[in-house]
């Protein structure tokens, strides 16, 4: 991590208290215990769904903090998380109605928690470019460690101040995640994105060499209102940056598109390995090399030819999107989360039934907290170096199995047994489902995908207490609804080893006419790996089929 600024360790602090002040939804088994106590009159289901919903809107409300990333910038979305739970949370101590509490607990506070992982992960994206799974695990035990101190926690306040008085100290520590969020300085890579700025530089080619001669070269800058300025520069072309397949002979004219005229940069070895042609824009969508017949600018109008390049761009995103990898990685999280959803929900309600009491279930829960830790941070450390998907998928099929077998855990041993294998075949998924996504999508759109993973993940968090509430209804009896978590534990398994055998082609595909960065430090090291595995044959099929700007 020797490239690694030291400012970014300062926001992968920031990223861990966040996610540790902002993650109340693991005690909302505690809350919800403490909801049916202080509404006996209200039907079971419709405080499950209270609490379904709360612990769904942490990521269904994800895609709002990706907007508000890309408008402004990660610390403005973390900030403003702070901001929302504290009001969340501090309305919700004074409300009577229950059906208010789904307004105020868990809309305005589910919100403010999505928030606050949406900004925290993506930022460390862009503070740890092509180390994002060892960050993502050691920011991500931030939420480890809420899992187990705040069901504890949260019943002694619920004891202590009852539920109205536990609402205001669960918003109060949630405001501290504001706090961390002012730490998280904005990068050039988030300042950089907030305007669109192209450059056509036009170089008259010597009758020889066109790269060794100076020329003069004349600037045009496309902005966003489509107006121009003409500048007029001097500067000499780097010789090595460009292929000999870019060379052109004849009048034809070489025009470089770019994010500024100043010096071209290094050439990179990246991009050689995947080829270049004339006419084909290549690697990154910043390096792009186009032909025209004549000494001049094209007749047609410049701002056409944006038009096309931005019509073009955004089709590459929908198919990048709508591909099979991305969607498996989407259902996956969605059948993960509606199973953990339902096992935090009814799991301490469960142990209360087999005889343990409401602190004694707290504590038990909270010992998933512990292995949820290291199950991050080990799995963060082992992203880099093993399949991501292989492992991502085993640890869903191994907890599915053992979810299953809850029924005979009678004991206090077994009790803490389950929690804390739960706490480790699950903990570590975070850290790998954003690396996976990242590796899938590219880094560029890992705000927006991370937003439609986490609209997924949210759906299961919705969907998944009322349908355990149903399987335990109709067979009236707990360990029914810990079946259909398994279930759902065994479908993640299946999607997310399926995700292995279509990542390659995808994601080479995303390099080349996706990834936007001005270096090869914005290429994670599974893309590396990927992109030099290639064989030429498939190289050169990649570079036929990408059509002519």
């Not at 928030?115 to 180390?131: E, L, N």
């Not at 939420?143 to 539920?163: E, K």
């Not at 405001?175 to 305007?195: D, H, W």
């Not at 993640?492 to 990542?503: H, N, S, V, W, Y």
Request: charged content about 15%; glycine content about 10%.
């Amino acid at each position: 991590m020797s490239d690694v600024t030291p400012w970014a360790w300062v926001v992968l602090a920031a990223s861990f208290g966040s996610m540790f002040f902002n993650s109340a939804f693991f005690a909302v088994g505690v809350i919800h215990i403490a909801l049916i106590e202080k509404y006996p009159d209200v039907d079971v289901g419709t405080i499950a769904w209270l609490g379904s919903l709360y612990s769904s809107m942490f990521a269904l409300t994800v895609f709002v903090g990706s907007i508000v990333i890309n408008l402004f910038n990660a610390r403005t979305c973390v900030m403003l998380s702070g901001v929302l739970t504290l009001v969340g949370f501090t309305l919700s101590s004074f409300v009577t109605d229950i059906k208010l509490l789904f307004f105020t607990y868990s809309l305005i506070a589910g919100s403010g928690q999505a928030m606050s992982f949406a900004g925290s992960m993506v930022i460390i994206g862009y503070y740890f470019k092509g180390k994002t799974g060892i960050a993502t695990g050691i920011a991500t035990s931030g939420s480890g460690l809420c899992t187990f101190v705040f069901p504890p926690l949260t019943q002694y306040f619920v004891d202590t101040y009852g539920l109205s008085g536990a609402f205001l100290f669960l918003g109060g520590l949630g405001f501290q995640s504001a706090v961390c969020g002012s730490l998280m300085r904005p990068t050039k890579f988030e300042k950089r994105s907030k305007s669109f700025s192209v450059n056509i530089c036009r170089r008259q080619p010597p009758k020889k060499n066109p790269v060794d001669k100076k020329g003069d070269i004349s600037c045009y800058d496309i902005v966003s209102n489509k107006s121009f300025s003409l500048n007029n520069i001097n500067q000499q072309f780097r010789k090595n940056h460009l292929d000999d397949k870019t060379a052109e002979s004849g009048s034809n004219k070489l025009l470089y598109l770019s994010s500024s005229c100043g010096q071209l940069p290094k050439k990179n070895p990246l991009e050689n390995s995947v080829g270049m042609s004339p006419g084909y824009a290549i690697g990154s969508s910043k390096t792009l090399f186009l032909n025209s017949s004549k000494g001049k600018l094209p007749k047609k109008d410049p701002v056409d030819k944006q038009d096309q390049m931005s019509s073009r761009f955004l089709t590459e995103k929908v198919i990048l999107f709508t591909s099979a990898p991305t969607w498996l990685l989407f259902m996956s999280s969605a059948a993960f989360h509606m199973a953990l959803s339902t096992v935090f929900l009814f799991l301490p309600d469960y142990f209360k039934h087999l005889g343990s009491s409401s602190q004694e279930s707290a504590f038990i829960l909270s010992i998933a907290g512990i292995t949820g830790i290291f199950s991050r941070v080990l799995l963060g450390f082992l992203a880099s170096t093993v399949d991501t998907a292989v492992v991502y998928g085993s640890t869903f099929g191994i907890m599915g199995v053992i979810t299953f077998f809850v029924k005979f855990m009678n004991s206090l041993g077994s009790k803490i047994a389950y929690t804390a294998l739960l706490g480790f075949y699950t903990g570590g998924s975070w850290a790998l489902q954003y690396t996976l996504l990242v590796t899938i999508v590219g880094l560029k759109n890992a705000s927006t995908g991370y937003g439609i993973m986490m609209f997924f993940s949210g759906m299961g968090y919705l969907l998944g207490p009322p349908f355990g509430e149903m399987m335990v209804v109709w067979f009236n009896d707990y360990y029914y609804a810990f079946v259909f978590a398994g279930l759902c534990f065994l479908v993640a398994a299946g999607t997310g080893l399926l995700i292995r055998p279509k990542i390659n082609k995808q994601h080479v595909l995303s390099v080349i006419n996706i990834e936007d960065s001005e270096n090869e430090n914005f290429i994670t090291e599974p893309e590396k790996q990927i992109i030099t595995s290639l064989s030429e044959e498939t190289l050169n099929l990649l570079n036929k089929k990408i059509s002519p700007v």
